[in-house]
């Protein structure tokens, strides 16, 4: 994944940065162990702890992507290894989607795993998102799966089996995940499947059941991994929220 350039001009990407902006002022408080998410979200908060770094803020961070790990150090903020530290305080990562009780579809960076492993070593993790990533029910955005490459078609069609078994359809949409004609790799050197859901259900039992079938890496399902969501607005106000998330949201009045 490469870094993601500041870009204000639409709606969403505002919406981002006010949320990024956000969570790096709320949650970053001296000598914080951070996790650093991936994505443009997470991107436009580690530009904005930047500035607290910057400013004299003292913090290290553990990323959750290559893209991240440059962009942090190209901007000066200290990097440790998750192996040194027994626990993050906060770890702050966007979503693809996020259901009321907080549970999510991550993964479409590829940048899956390491979001789960760090998020799931931090004290607290704080979700960043545009108001758009909230919804009633996850799964339109398609499940990625993090599979090896070896033997890729094989895992493929256990994953299809299993949601057989779980009631869906057959011929379900399932993709490996191509940019430019080629597979996307992901930062461990395995594949990502897409996996058109439509409407999820079964998403606890799912979640530990995608991840026993051989060659299955991670999926993106996150479930009881969130702690509180930073939504942003194109209009630059932000709010953090707990969960159950009463929808259709309500914007902070400024
Ligand atoms: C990367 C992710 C991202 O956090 C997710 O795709 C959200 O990205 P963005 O903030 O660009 O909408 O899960 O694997």
């Known amino acids: 994944m490469t870094t993601t350039p500041i870009d204000t001009r639409n709606d969403q990407d505002r919406a981002k940065l006010a949320a990024g902006r956000f969570a790096a002022e709320k949650y970053c408080f001296d000598g914080a162990r951070l996790g650093l998410g991936s994505g443009t979200t997470s991107h436009y908060f580690v530009r904005a702890l930047a500035e607290k770094v910057r400013d004299g803020l003292q913090v290290v961070g553990v990323p959750?992507?290559?893209?991240?790990?440059?962009?942090?150090?190209?901007?000066?903020?200290?990097?440790?290894?998750?192996?040194?530290?027994?626990?993050?305080?906060?770890?702050?990562?966007?979503?693809?989607?996020?259901?009321?009780?907080?549970?999510?579809?991550?993964?479409?960076?590829?940048?899956l795993l390491w979001e789960k492993l760090v998020a799931r070593t931090s004290a607290k993790m704080v979700v960043v998102a545009d108001h758009t990533k909230a919804v009633p029910t996850?799964?339109?955005?398609?499940?990625?799966?993090?599979?090896?490459?070896?033997?890729?078609?094989?895992?493929?069609?256990?994953?299809r089996g299993l949601l057989g078994e779980h009631g869906y359809p057959a011929d379900l949409g399932i993709a490996r995940r191509e940019r430019g004609g080629s597979p996307v790799v992901t930062d461990n050197g395995n594949f990502i499947i897409d996996v058109q859901l439509g409407t999820a259900r079964d998403v606890s039992e799912l979640t530990v059941e995608l991840n026993e079938i051989p060659g299955v890496v991670e999926n993106g399902f996150f479930v009881g991994i969130a702690d509180e969501v930073v939504f942003g607005w194109p209009d630059g106000s932000a709010q953090d929220y707990g969960f159950p998330l009463d929808l259709p949201l309500q914007q902070p009045t400024r």
Request: glycine share 12%; charged share 25%.
């Open 64 to 111: 959750t992507s290559n893209g991240t790990r440059d962009l942090a150090l190209e901007l000066g903020i200290t990097l440790v290894d998750l192996d040194d530290i027994d626990q993050l305080d906060v770890c702050i990562d966007g979503p693809d989607e996020i259901d009321p009780d907080g549970s999510m579809i991550k993964g479409g960076g590829a940048c």
């Open 138 to 159: 996850l799964g339109r955005f398609p499940l990625p799966v993090e599979i090896v490459q070896f033997s890729w078609g094989t895992t493929t069609r256990a994953v």
